[in-house]
């Protein structure tokens, strides 16, 4: 597992009280924002306190950060469907100025058996264009992460119905030999 993916999986368990079910959060990763090609890694959707669309870019490195920086386009195609960015990174890797305006800062925890990332810079809550292309390729992600789950899950399933098969006829013949009459 990548150290970007690492950092992504943290994320979404800072969102992901453990045992807590979905908490009235939809989390997505690499949604494509409408009227583009340009993906976030994981898109927030919230009706609790926090109330609305938060965009994260998930940044492990240095030379990734400045990659972003370098290519405004890709932020820009989110930011009038969200309520907040969020550039995600472990510490150092982004200087709080370096910020394109408007824009949060999370780091993870520094503890291991700590899940809450720390909010190094507040992002700026506007209110985002809610149109029927974002609502699409939204339901579409959502629908394609349904889809997922349910055929890793009939996967697991027929692996699982094959292996207690397997071992089933091993103990059936295992049981024949048994009982077999002895040859001279």
Same mark, same amino acid.
């Given at each position: ?15 992901? #009280?453990?045992?807590? @079910? +979905? ?6 990763? !690499? /949604?494509? %924002?409408?009227?583009?090609?340009? *993906?976030?890694?994981?898109? #927030?959707?919230?009706? @609790? +306190? ?6 994260? !870019? /998930?940044? %492990?490195?240095?030379?990734?950060? *400045? ?118």
């Amino acid at each position: 597992m990548s150290h970007t993916d690492v950092l992504l999986q943290a994320l979404i368990g800072h969102y992901r #009280r453990p045992n807590r @079910g +979905r908490d009235g959060q939809l989390l997505l990763t !690499e /949604v494509t %924002a409408p009227h583009s090609t340009r *993906r976030c890694d994981l898109l #927030r959707m919230s009706t @609790g +306190r926090t109330r609305g669309i938060d965009i994260h !870019e /998930v940044k %492990a490195s240095r030379g990734d950060w *400045r990659r972003e920086l370098a290519d405004p386009d890709k932020a820009a195609a989110w930011l009038p469907y969200c309520s907040r960015m969020w550039v995600v990174a472990p510490p150092g890797v982004v200087r709080p100025e370096e910020l394109p305006h408007g824009w949060g800062l999370m780091e993870p925890p520094t503890l291991a058996r700590r899940r809450r990332f720390t909010t190094v810079v507040q992002a700026n809550t506007r209110t985002p264009q809610l149109t029927p292309e974002l609502m699409v390729d939204i339901a579409r992600r959502v629908d394609n992460v349904r889809l997922g789950e349910i055929e890793r899950l009939h996967q697991e399933h027929r692996e699982e119905i094959a292996r207690l098969g397997a071992a089933h006829r091993k103990d059936l013949a295992a049981e024949r030999r048994r009982h077999a009459p002895a040859t001279a």
